[in-house]
């Protein structure tokens, strides 16, 4: 009798079985009527604080909006950019949406959905700074930037001296106050920042010609979860969704 139950054991386990026994993300989500989000909180228009206290912004539309058509409650889980990631490992959330770029680097270890804002990199210093012109006057000027963000990464290959932030707020404020000379950002968040502080000592010198596409991050093997959010991308984009929310923060459809 044992030696029958071991057999049908071993016919069982490679139909998945054994599977059934590991978390499926997306199942899990389901269950629990929750998608766990990751994000900063304080990196408008992406994802910050309403002088109310509520937590908004372009990023967080598009994630209540993918929970919605997944059928579930979006939940939010707020950290500093720098551990947001780590967090996702840790399974504190089951995606981070925060304006994440799509790197190879991140390929390596992650998986993304269909990519939903494109962005490009720009060289902001103070108004009244003459000295830089362009990405390649950086060496040995000091650039405020969040330490692992893809735009630190720019300044790092261009010689700057990284200073470090918590993010685009306190970079621009560095720059401002002349406790950085520099720093490379994102162009949509600087649009942003000038509508709402036109008078602000800051100007754009250069631009990447490159454009940065961003996504929701998720683990490696939540494939599964990866296939429902790009599923419920393609219907925000199709319904108009996606296309009212990008006009409300930026005036222009993001998504190109």
Known sequence: MKKNYLALLAMLLPLGFAGSAM??????VKASGQLKIGTEGTYAPFTYHTISGDLTGFDV?????IAKQLKV????????WDGLIAGLDAKRYDVVMNEVGISPERQKK???SSPYIVSKAVLIVKSDNNTIHQFDDLKGKT???SLTSNYAQIARHYGGQLVNTDGFSQSVDLVVQGRADATVNDSLSYLDFKKHRP???VKVVASDSDANSSAVLIRKEDTS???AINTALAQLKKDGTYQKISEKYFGADVSH
Not at 23 to 28: G, M, P
Not at 61 to 65: F, N, Q
Request: proline share 6%; glycine share 6%; aromatic share 10%.
């Open 61 to 65: 539309e598009i994630g209540e909006a």
């Open 23 to 28: 978390a499926d993300t997306l199942a899990n």
């Open 110 to 112: 992650y998986i993304f």
């Open 143 to 145: 650039t405020a930037q």
């Open 199 to 201: 008078d602000a000592p």
């Open 225 to 227: 979860l990866q296939s």
């Open 73 to 80: 409650k979006p939940v939010f889980v707020e950290g500093k």
